[in-house]
């Protein structure tokens, strides 16, 4: 079964701080894409950072950054630098290269920015 | 930057009625999409929709959902009879071509109230 694991349902940081949101999937294809979703209050998708399962290379988007373990199916987020306005629900998803293209979504973290 | 837009934001209807919710994907894409996201829940994939010709659909899209691309730019899903488990936000999603890094534009969502 493909599924995304996103084991913690909230949580906070305060300004300024790092903080790390987990995800871990689960798939038998060697070939996918790896996504996470930021999603805010208004309920908009916005696309926070994609990382090539083929790529070693972590992914980096200025203060986005991941920690991509393939062996273990592991792919985090971290947010250095955080921000109010990064307050929002996290979803982190996935998708094959071949046959089907549906996004896979986990169950979101919802983050709180502390002032 | 090209957007994804959806309405109407919000449609209230009583359960049994028709909706029809619509979208206007970035004007060369080719690849749609339309996932459910009931409230507090994930975002779920229910139908993809390419050449005219839906693609693939979960099994959450029985008999009473149906989408169509009418006039070459709208993108539509089309409840026939609502169901209270039917409220939920819809979100349209499109992309230019699967080799793109699979990443897919969301739309902002309409929110469904099947009252």
């Known amino acids: 079964a493909q599924t995304v694991t996103q084991s913690q349902p909230e949580m906070s940081v305060q300004e300024a701080e790092t903080v790390t949101l987990s995800c871990t999937y689960d798939?038998?294809?060697?070939?996918?894409?790896l996504f996470w979703y930021k999603q805010p209050p208004s309920r908009q998708m916005i696309l926070v950072i994609r990382q090539e399962a083929y790529k070693q290379q972590n992914a980096t988007e200025n203060r986005f950054s991941v920690n991509f373990q393939k062996a273990a199916k592991s792919f985090s987020l971290k947010i250095s630098d955080s921000q109010l306005g990064d307050t929002a629900m996290y979803f982190c998803a996935f998708i094959h290269t071949s046959g089907t293209y549906k996004y896979i979504f986990g169950t979101g973290t919802r983050l709180k920015v502390l002032a | 930057e090209p957007e994804v837009t959806q309405t109407p934001s919000h449609q209230v209807t009583q359960m049994g009625q028709e909706v029809i919710l619509r979208c206007v994907p970035i004007?060369?894409?080719?690849?749609f999409y339309w996932y459910r996201q009931i409230l507090g829940q994930k975002v779920e994939f229910l139908v993809s929709f390419y050449n005219n010709e839906i693609s693939e659909k979960s099994e959450i899209f029985d008999d009473q959902f149906s989408v169509e691309r009418p006039d070459g730019s709208n993108f539509t899903l089309k409840i026939r009879s609502t169901k209270l488990e039917d409220s939920a936000m819809y979100f349209c999603a499109s992309n230019l071509d699967r080799v793109e890094g699979g990443t897919q534009y969301f739309g902002p969502g309409t929110r469904l109230t099947v009252l």
């Open positions: 004007s060369n894409h080719l690849y």
């Open positions: 798939t038998s294809e060697s070939n996918y894409y």
